[in-house]
């Protein structure tokens, strides 16, 4: 699924600042012209981290996809020459693109040091095809069951298993605590 490039020496990672809800818009537009605009010796990868999450409401569960970083995307690029000087194809076009603020360090944006790209990569990694809850739980809170064979009883939390997306919980049926295994969104929290 990665349409990672292998770029040149010069290339670095930039941290673009785009306007609310715009991050899509500006990944697609430059991902679309830099070709045309003969860029391709120049911007490599634009990532837009994302994790799909989910919640209940009215008894339906429903997942969407969550950006990771509001309000930036990043983009692997040549912006600098070996005068280290701007180059200023590139920046005029990242600059104009709509929805784009500018760069993250404003006029000599300094690139993402490897660690802090990884970082941004493993938690893309660690969130592609995982549900991730809208709500996070705690053990011993109580919760009420919204879906299943236990609708509408309440329990409390004893153990949580995010990888599964799985909680455990004690119930009182007849006077009696059972422990039953249900996923996040088959229950909800008892102040909502």
Not at 117 to 131: Q, S, T, V
Request: hydrophobic share 40%.
């Amino acid at each position: 699924m990665s349409t990672q490039t292998t770029a040149p020496a010069g290339a670095q990672w930039f941290a673009l600042h785009t306007l609310s809800g715009q991050e899509n818009k500006v990944k697609a537009y430059i991902e679309k012209f830099k070709k045309v605009e003969e860029l391709d010796d120049y911007i490599f990868e634009v990532l837009l981290p994302t994790e799909v999450v989910s919640e209940v409401k009215n008894g339906k569960k429903s997942t969407k996809t969550r950006k990771l970083y509001p309000g930036y995307v990043f983009i692997q690029m040549c912006l600098y020459g070996e005068d280290k000087k701007v180059i200023n194809k590139p920046w005029y076009f990242v600059k104009e693109v709509a929805g784009v603020i500018g760069f993250v360090g404003g006029d000599a944006p300094a690139a993402l040091r490897q660690a802090e790209i990884d970082e941004i990569r493993a938690r893309i990694e660690a969130a592609n095809g995982k549900e991730v809850p809208k709500v996070q739980y705690a053990v011993g809170e109580e919760v009420k069951i919204t879906d299943g064979a236990f609708t509408n009883l309440t329990g409390r939390i004893d153990e949580i298993d995010p990888e599964r997306g799985k909680l455990k919980i004690s119930v009182s049926i007849f006077g009696r605590f059972t422990p039953v295994e249900l996923e996040y969104w088959q229950v909800q929290r008892l102040t909502e």
